[in-house]
């Protein structure tokens, strides 16, 4: 398979830095092929911004998403946009890799999302009717490929667990697996997240690097989350509600969004 | 009082810019002084990078917690930061103004976040024992401020109700609110939430802004969300885990973390 694998963190002498290229020397092992997008060796431009569409008449009002549109619509987005999105076509898999800063992704990696998904690429997707609310959860341009988050945080697993204090991990990746990744049509695999990484010694790093090496010999047959796909029938079109009926009468807040949600839901440990 | 607004849209003549308007002139009606943070009118850096920290050696691996931590202590953060850092410290309210984009805040103003949230100032505070892990989650260097989100989108707000497909809006912004905002000490002010902005006409800016307006009339006197206090006796140290017993057995995910969480758990509409 071809894998493009998506790097956010400042230093490649980083843990972040051994784990990446533990993920590539696997990756490559198992035969596929492997293409890095480094965000900080590159420079990457974080902030979506005029600069972004020089198109655009300099006394326009900038609005972000008809900008994106046009400028997706006539192939005049910038050149490292448009690098990226080659790159997002040619993978079958993507992986982002970053630290949880603040319990979400850190800025670059936010920046290389809302500048790379463009309008008419990752949004604004398929057409509109009453069985359909646009190419999206579940469809869209990058269906049929898988993505997986791979995260570091300074946390114990006890702090992310159904009853932590943060949250549960998987809820606060929640808006990135299923409103980034699932959006456009990937199938999301459960994430890899590495805790207490600030403390990690030689053994606890060899234990990490094991058994992420296992989640790249697996990439292609780990079953994804299973998301309900917004036109498969669950929603009521247009008000995009889960219809009555279809989940456990004990399951709220994000956890609906999964088939089987009653069995998927946090235990209550 | 005096009222910190950090405004992170690219356009001011954009939706965005018009709501900070009746904000700011509401505020200023009212008696309060305001100060705005105009990320992208003052070309505010993302990235968390070396460039933050000039006192770090060439050579020396960077670390972006130590070197946050080393640079808060020894008062080395760069300019932009301090200054920031200093109209938190003047500010009695804080307002964070976005459009949503993917679900949480643009990348600008999550460089923000990451930059002006130095270890030692927003987070790594206070002592660890048995009874007390740090000073954060309702204690910290903001204890006793205020803060609120101010948030637009484009879906409708079917779409991010308690069954809607992009998950519940309370839930979408809990790593901000709670993760972001209520972790340093800020009593945090249910959002303010703009839905369907792409299509409002005059009317419907008009309702949007006095409600807008209200809004800004009652920062002083508007409950804060009842998140619970990490170090308040209702988490066990140092699992951080959610006691047992406090909560509705109904109850699960970000809902936990508030007080009295089966009244405020979102109605199965």
Do not use: C
Request: net charge negative; aromatic share 12%.
């Amino acid at each position: 398979m071809k894998v493009l694998l998506v790097f956010a963190h400042p230093e490649p002498r980083s843990l972040n830095g051994a784990l990446r290229d533990v993920a590539i020397k696997e990756l490559t092992a198992q035969g596929h092929e492997v293409l890095v997008s480094d965000l900080y060796a590159s420079g990457w431009k974080s902030e979506v911004d005029r600069a972004d569409f020089p198109s655009l008449a300099p006394d326009a009002r900038f609005t972000p998403v008809r900008a994106s549109g046009e400028a997706f619509a006539a192939d005049a987005l910038t050149d490292d946009v448009q690098a990226e999105i080659e790159k997002l076509l040619w993978a079958d898999v993507l992986i982002l890799q970053f630290p949880l800063w603040w319990y979400t992704m850190p800025a670059i990696l936010k920046g290389w999302v809302d500048r790379v998904y463009a309008y008419g690429f990752a949004y604004g997707v398929g057409e509109h009717s009453d069985s359909h609310w646009g190419d999206r959860f579940g469809e869209g341009t990058l269906a049929g490929k898988r993505a997986m988050l791979l995260v570091t945080t300074g946390g114990w697993e006890e702090h992310y667990a159904a009853r932590g204090v943060n949250g549960p991990i998987d809820d606060l990746l929640f808006p990135i697996n299923h409103g980034i990744l699932y959006y456009p049509g990937y199938d999301v695999l459960p994430p890899f997240v590495a805790y207490r990484v600030d403390r990690l010694d030689e053994a606890g790093f060899e234990a990490t690097a094991e058994r992420l090496r296992e989640r790249m010999r697996t990439l292609a047959t780990t079953p994804p989350i299973a998301y309900r796909r917004q036109n498969g029938g669950d929603y009521l079109i247009p008000s995009l509600q889960l219809r009555p009926g279809l989940d456990d009468p004990g399951v709220t807040g994000f956890a609906l969004h999964l088939k089987g949600a009653a069995a998927a839901a946090p235990a209550q440990d």
